[in-house]
Structure formats: C-alpha cells, structure tokens
C-alpha cells in the first residue's frame, strides 16, 4: 500500500434505488393508481438523503443547539438556537408533507405507508428530527381524537401545514424528576384563575423544546394521587407577543447521542394551558399520542439500521484488507447479511404497524385488525429498538478503528440507536405493557391467527426451515403464557422474553410472506435469504427452567 495510503470515507447514492426491500414493499403495498406518483417522490427523496442532505449531516457534525438564557442587558430570554441541518429539516418537513401525508384524506388506507417510506429515506440524514416529528404527529393525532372542536380547528391545521412558515412542532412533556415511565407519580400542578387553567411544576426532560406548542401531565388540584388523577394539557410555548407562556429553560441535556434534539430541563410557573380532555385519566389520555410515537420509534430504527447498513456496504467496496477488498471477504459477507436479515425483519414489523395505523384512522380495520394494533404496536417498538443498537454495534465494528472516532460521523449511529430501546417506554415498560394489552378478549388469538396466515401463504419449499422457526417461537409463547398464569412473579420475571419472541416470531412470518412474494413476483431470492437466516438467529427466546429465585439470586438478592 505504501505510505501514501489513505481511508475512503463511505459515500451514499439514491436511498430509494439502492434499497430493494423498500421498493418491494411500496410496490406489494401501494395501489396501481397511487404508486406511479409515488415512485416518483420516493425516487426524488432518495436523491435527496443520499445526497445534499448527507453531506450536510456531515457538514453539521460538530454543531449542537445552544440556550442562552439572558441577553446582552441581562433581561431572560432562554433561547435556543438550532443547527443549519434542523432548520433545512423543518421546511423539508412542510415542503414534502412528512406528517401533513397522513392526514390527506385522498390516500385512505395507504397514508401511513406512503408516509413513512418517504420518510423512511431521508430522516437517517437529518439526526433525530424525526424527534419532534414523531410528537407532532401524536399531538395532531391526541388532539383529533380526544379535543374539543375549537381546539382541533385551532392547532391541527399548523401542526400539519405544508407552508413552513405556518408549520408547528410539537413538545411532549411528561417525564419529570420522580420518573419517566412511571408518570402517574407527575407533580405539576394545574390551577384554575380567571384566564384558564395556570401549570407549576418542573418538567426534566423535555425533548424538542423549540416548540410551538405540547401537550404535558399536570394534577388539577384536589384531584387525587396517582394516574387517573392527572389531567392532559395543551400549551403553546411562547404568547401572542412572543414572550415565553411562564416557562423558565434551565439548562440543555448532555445527552449520550440525539445531540441535535433540544432536550430540557424546564420550569412551569403560571404556564396557561387548556384541558383536552376533562380534568383526569390523563395517563388514558395520553395513549392516542404514544401509538403515534411508538410507531415512529419502530421506524427511527429501521431506517437507521438501513443507513447503517448503506454505510457497511459502501465501505466493504472500498477497503481492501489482507489483499482483497472487504466485499470479498466470506466472514465480512457472512457478518453483513447477519445485519441485513435483523434490518429486513424491523422494516417489515415497523411498516406492519403502520399499515395497521393507517386501516384504523381511515375506518376500514376489521376488529381483528383494531385488536392487533393494540398488541403489535408495543412488541414492534420493543423488538425493533433492541435490533436497531446490536446492528448499528456491528456496523462499528465493520468500520474498525474508524468506527470509533467521531469526526467520522459513524459513532452517532450507535449513540443515536441507544435511545431506540428507552423512548417512549424500555423494553421492560413495554413487556408488561404487552401483557396488559393482551388481556383483552381475543387479543392474543388475533396475533397468532395474523402470523398463522402469513406463514400458511409462504408455501415455497425454500422457506421451510423459517415457517418451521416461526410455528415454534409462537408455540413456544402460547405454551409458556399457560404455563405461568398462575405465579405472578414468573409472569412479569418472563415478560421481555415472551415479548421478544413474539416480536421476533411476527418478524419472521412477515420475512416469509414478503419472501413468497418475491419468489412468485420474479424479485429474486434475497428475501428468502433474509427469512432463511432471520431463523438461526434466536426466535424462541422463552426458556424452560428459568425461575425468580435464580434471577434473585444472580441479582444478589436473598
């Protein structure tokens, strides 16, 4: 090599052309009087998060948004300023209707699809602004559902305008300093005066602080403790003369990744704000709001396994190591695919969830259909974002000692993907979560008979051994959740691995469908390949022999 010898940075072309699995599924998904236009976008975007948007992430690298609390003559201002990427991310947003899409009634059906493949190929260039995107469109969402009409005509047109002067965002502030998931224990306080409903309390983390409005926790006082006794709130951040609505921005997180997302610790004193929806069951209230945000979840780690991924594939054609390029090497090959196959099974769980999401709000989701989405929304956010970080480990990994240097930009797709598995409730959260959801009568039937149907649809002899390994993970989950009925203790001990394979099981039976399709459809094998593979990778995670008082006794307990 010589002493000349450099590195090639890994580059992107079109996110649309160079990722089949995308096209496959918006041409499976898309109706023909739909998809010729939407091609055309997807292409156009593709362009776009491969292009001038990637290279002004990496021009953005080193910029982070600032607070300044108090200007030049000492007056409080808390002000954030945001970097050059987010503001092109916001007009993008308006311009191309990333929420706006799926409110636009001529879709149907297919709006969550069509807007999340299109975001599916940008938002891995804009560093977590899908952030307060996902917030607002769970805010517009919580609002349609729950508000009264003066409010929904007020705030919904803003927060899904196409004009990016006009455009909201919108903040979701829950968690505060007695915990994040367990929001029932919220201490914020709403008073009643003259003008409205008054907040005090303290918020910890607040992410997306810039803005326009959000919708927060706070207990009407004399309302009682805990969960039922909290009320939901929208505020908008700043009044009609611009001035801050009584809220005080202490400081900005200094946070593991999503470096870019403002994320605050803030004051409510005096905050005027007006009630959603009565003045309890707020913790009820606010479920509208996370299906949106879960589901934006699943897909953050989607797509940021598919850049991931991109940025593997790129580099593998570039460096050459012990004589031959990296694409040449069977064990990096054999490593790459591992990646593809967890990359294939997130995307068609996340994009499940939102074909699911899409039928409901257009009032065409049978009951089954209602019953899952309440199920599989939670599994997908729990599954995906575990997948999301072990691939994005591994994609380090492939780059060696320039995956761990930061200049590169490679370390934020890890530090990004850790947040995937804590947003919008952990695994953990999200397993007990799982369970609850499947109490209601015919929930968990409904699961098994979706995933039954797709592997009996998979009739290719090549997918065998991955309809065999989904017919087992779910097997495994039923006998295990007889099992245990009736030791509490073992039921939310085994919570997490009951979830995961579920998760990991629907996965499958989604790979195999996909695959029978694309075998059927003249696509090729690579889908069966992903199937194939998916199976070796640990679908039934529920094991015989694991009890409380070993996990006690691991933990140190007594």
């Known amino acids: 090599m010589g002493k000349d010898f450099f590195q090639d940075a890994p580059t992107l072309g079109n996110q649309w052309d160079d990722d089949p699995l995308l096209r496959e599924h918006v041409a499976r998904q898309v109706p023909g009087e739909l998809l010729p236009g939407v091609v055309e976008e997807c292409r156009d975007l593709g362009e776009l998060g491969g292009g001038e948007l990637f290279e002004l992430q990496l021009a953005d690298l080193g910029n982070e948004p600032e607070l300044v609390n108090h200007d030049a003559w000492g007056h409080r201002v808390d002000a954030i300023t945001l970097t050059p990427l987010w503001d092109r991310a916001r007009a993008l947003t308006a311009e191309r209707g990333l929420v706006a899409q799926a409110y636009d009634g001529e879709l149907g059906e297919h709006a969550r699809t069509i807007q999340f493949a299109r975001n599916h190929l940008v938002q891995a260039s804009l560093d977590v602004w899908c952030c307060p995107l996902a917030m607002t469109d769970g805010a517009a969402r919580t609002l349609i559902e729950l508000a009264e009409p003066s409010l929904v005509e007020h705030a919904v047109p803003r927060l899904t305008s196409r004009d990016p002067a006009k455009m909201w965002t919108s903040g979701q502030w829950m968690t505060e300093r007695t915990g994040g998931s367990d929001v029932g224990t919220s201490r914020t306080v709403a008073r009643k005066d003259p003008e409205g409903w008054r907040l005090h309390g303290d918020k910890w983390f607040t992410s997306a602080a810039t803005a326009e409005m959000a919708l927060t926790l706070a207990r009407p006082e004399g309302n009682p403790e805990g969960g039922r006794g909290l009320a939901l709130f929208y505020l908008e951040v700043r009044d009609a003369d611009g001035a801050l609505n009584g809220l005080r921005i202490h400081r900005l997180k200094d946070k593991l990744g999503t470096k870019k997302v403002p994320t605050a610790e803030l004051t409510l004193d005096g905050t ?3 009630a959603v929806a009565g003045l309890e069951n707020g913790t009820r209230n606010i479920t509208p709001m996370l299906n949106i945000t879960r589901m934006w979840n ?45 990359y294939e099974a997130g995307f068609h769980l996340a994009f499940r969830v939102a074909a699911l999401r899409g039928r409901l709000e257009s009032g065409t989701a049978t009951e089954r259909e209602r019953l899952l989405a309440r199920v599989i929304t939670p599994i997908a956010k729990l599954t995906t974002g575990k997948q999301a970080v072990a691939v994005a480990s591994e994609a380090l990994e492939c780059f060696g000692g320039a995956g761990y240097v930061e200049d590169t930009g490679l370390p934020r797709i890890l530090a990004d993907a850790q947040v995937l598995p804590i947003w919008e409730g952990t695994t953990n959260v999200l397993s007990l979560d799982t369970l609850r959801a499947l109490r209601a009568d015919g929930a968990f039937e409904a699961l098994l008979a979706d995933a039954n149907e797709l592997l009996d649809g998979a009739s290719d002899a090549s997918l065998g051994s991955a309809v065999a390994a989904a017919r087992d993970g779910l097997g495994a989950a039923t006998a295990w959740i007889g099992s245990v009925t009736e030791r509490p203790d073992l039921v939310e001990a085994g919570a997490r691995r009951f979830a995961l394979t579920l998760g990991r099981s629907v996965q499958l039976a989604l790979l195999a469908s996909h695959a029978e399709w694309c075998l059927r459809n003249g696509k090729g094998p690579r889908a069966a390949a992903a199937a194939r593979r998916f199976a070796t990778h640990g679908v039934n995670q529920v094991r015989a022999g694991v009890t409380t008082e070993d996990s006690v006794a691991l933990c140190g307990g007594s």
Do not use: N, Y
């Not at 797509?303 to 991924?309: D, E, F, H």
């Not at 593998?316 to 695919?337: E, I, M, Q």
């Open 272 to 274: 005027l704000a007006t």
């Open 298 to 342: 699943s897909m953050g780690a989607s797509w940021g396994m598919r850049r991931a991924l991109a940025l593997v594939l790129d580099f593998s054609g570039r460096r050459t190591a012990f004589g031959d390029l990296l694409s040449r090497k069977p064990l990096h090959v054999d490593t790459v695919a591992g990646m593809q196959a967890e």
